[in-house]
């Protein structure tokens, strides 16, 4: 939902985690499908990096340069005060931007998100500083990001 108007992802996604563990996000609930071995890996691999235990992942598939995600923060209320949110990328290289979300005067940050690479948001970054993965013209390969996460509720 935009400004109150149904649009399609942008993005292919699912979720997975522990049972009971849903998220909803722009008037989408989504429960989660059992954990799938090789997300388990991943997990595990991440979660001493972390220092956390994540309970549940959004998998996202950017097929093409037009697959995208606006500006938004992850600060939905099942992820509680501060969330962490570990990303794992896989596939072709994207770029992600971060803006301020009070001093608009700040520079932006870009950053290149490339296959096997892992971005740990934590502490204040989703109250204070919103992201996205911009539409690219140039060609790009697809690519797979999961963003692990802790439901608290």
């Known amino acids: 939902m935009i400004f109150g108007k149904r649009h399609q992802l942008p993005r292919l996604t699912a979720w997975y985690g522990d049972p009971g563990k849903s998220y909803a996000y722009s008037g989408i609930l989504m429960e989660p499908l059992p954990w799938a071995s090789t997300l388990q890996q991943i997990k595990a691999a991440i979660e001493p990096i972390a220092n956390i ?45 971060f803006r301020h979300k009070y001093q608009p005067d700040l ?5 290149s ?9 934590a502490g204040t970054t989703q109250e204070y500083w919103q992201h996205q993965v911009p539409k690219t013209q140039r060609v790009i390969d697809p690519r797979i990001n999961l963003t692990f996460r802790q439901i608290v509720g």
């Open 53 to 97: 235990e994540f309970n549940s992942v959004l998998l996202n598939l950017y097929r093409n340069g037009q697959d995208s995600m606006g500006w938004h923060s992850d600060n939905e209320p099942e992820l509680g005060q501060n969330p962490v949110i570990g990303s794992v990328s896989f596939g072709g290289t994207r770029r992600m931007r």
């Open 113 to 121: 998100l490339s296959n096997g690479s892992f971005l740990l948001m």
């Open 107 to 111: 520079p932006k940050v870009s950053l």
